[in-house]
C-alpha cells in the first residue's frame, strides 16, 4: 500500500497562487498514475487534475489553464501548481490514485489531505 502525505496549503488572496506537494511511500511510485482531488464542505469529491507514469496530464474544465500537475519520481513526489485562485477553489486537497479519467474511484487510501482557502 502507497501511504500519501500532502502538504502545501494555506491561506491565499484571490488571485494568488499555491503549491501542493504529494509524498507517496510503501510501494512503486513511478508506475502509477496519480490524481489530485478535492472536496469541499457539502460537496462532492472531484477529481482536477492527474498524471500517468509517462508524464500524461488530464484536467477537470474548472481548473484548466490555471493549475499544472506534475511528478518527481526521483523524490515519490506529485505536485499541484495553482495559480489564479478564486474563492471556488476553496476546498481539501487530496492525493490518491485514481482507477480512470472520470476520478469516481480510487486504488489507494485517503490521507489527511491539505487546506486550501481562497479569501480577501
Not at 496549503?9 to 499555491?18: A, K, T
Not at 495553482?82 to 482507477?99: F, I, K, Q, W
Not at 489507494?108 to 489531505?113: D, F, L
Amino acid at each position: 500500500q502507497v501511504q500519501l502525505v500532502e502538504s502545501g496549503g494555506g491561506l491565499v488572496q484571490p488571485g494568488g497562487s499555491l503549491r501542493l506537494s504529494c509524498a507517496a511511500s510503501g510501494s512503486i511510485f513511478s508506475i502509477y498514475t496519480m490524481g489530485w482531488f478535492r472536496q469541499a464542505p457539502g460537496k462532492q469529491r472531484e477529481l482536477v487534475a492527474s498524471i500517468t507514469s509517462g508524464g500524461n496530464t488530464n484536467y477537470a474544465d474548472s481548473v484548466k489553464g490555471r493549475f499544472t500537475i506534475s511528478r518527481d519520481n526521483a523524490k515519490n513526489t506529485v505536485y499541484l501548481q495553482m495559480n489564479s485562485l478564486t474563492p471556488e477553489d476553496t476546498a481539501v486537497y487530496y492525493c490518491n490514485r485514481p482507477s480512470d479519467p472520470s476520478g469516481r474511484f480510487v486504488l489507494g487510501s485517503w490521507g489527511q489531505g491539505t487546506q486550501v482557502t481562497v479569501s480577501s
